[in-house]
């Protein structure tokens, strides 16, 4: 695969977990384990084949209301990334970077996840980004007031500057797992013109190898941006 067809920036609904326990009897939060070790890899593979970005939607604003026990579930695979298997991330050179709102997170779980930017490697070649708690309308609205209140009048680079992702590219590529077709609040402002991938595979099955088909997939469409 030529490398101009490798996209820089390449962002993940990673749905699938519930069903993927479900039908092995197990719990939800086995689901979320299971999708945790997957989303490890894929950030490991996506990295060797020369992507630079990954953002992985890892809770979403609306998914803030699901059960306390389904929650706790998931704030402690945060607890265990961020204090053990981020080791290795950063072994790799690659860094972290969160977007979302991370004030009504647990306290202790927010900041991990900013230790884990802070931690860091300065001069990193990859760049796992975790949207928690993230969902385009607020971040939209956000920026807007944020605009407002400095009573500027933007173009569309100085918006996107305010939006969580400012110092992050558009993605080229936004892949859903899971079978559902719809973004789901996720980087709407940013993927006006990324090439949309949708798979039934449940995201804990979603291999490097799912994700080499993927990529090919990508390299085969024509991206005009609107032109002829
Ligand atoms: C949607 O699947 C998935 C989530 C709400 C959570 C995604 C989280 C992970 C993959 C774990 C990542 C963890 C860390 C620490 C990085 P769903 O549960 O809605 O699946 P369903 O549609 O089958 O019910």
Known sequence: MEDKNIPLHVGIIMDGNGRWAKKRLMPRSFGHKSGMNAMIELAEHAQKCGVKYLTVYTLS?????RPQDELDG???????YFTVNVKKLYENNARVRIIG?????PADVAELLKK?????PADAEFTLVFAINYGSRTEIVNAVNR????GKKLDEK?????????DIPDPDLIIRTGGEL?????LMYQSAYAELYFTDVLFPDFSGKEFDK???????RERRFGKV
């Open 61 to 65: 604003t609306e998914n803030l209301s």
């Open 74 to 80: 998931l704030f402690n695979l945060f607890r265990k």
């Open 101 to 105: 709102d991370l004030s009504a997170l």
């Open 116 to 120: 884990g930017e802070d931690n860091s």
């Open 147 to 150: 605009a407002v209140e400095q």
């Open 158 to 166: 100085g918006f996107a500057s305010l939006l969580y992702t400012g």
């Open 182 to 186: 719809r973004l789901s609040n996720f």
């Open 214 to 220: 993927a990529l090919k997939d990508y390299a085969a």
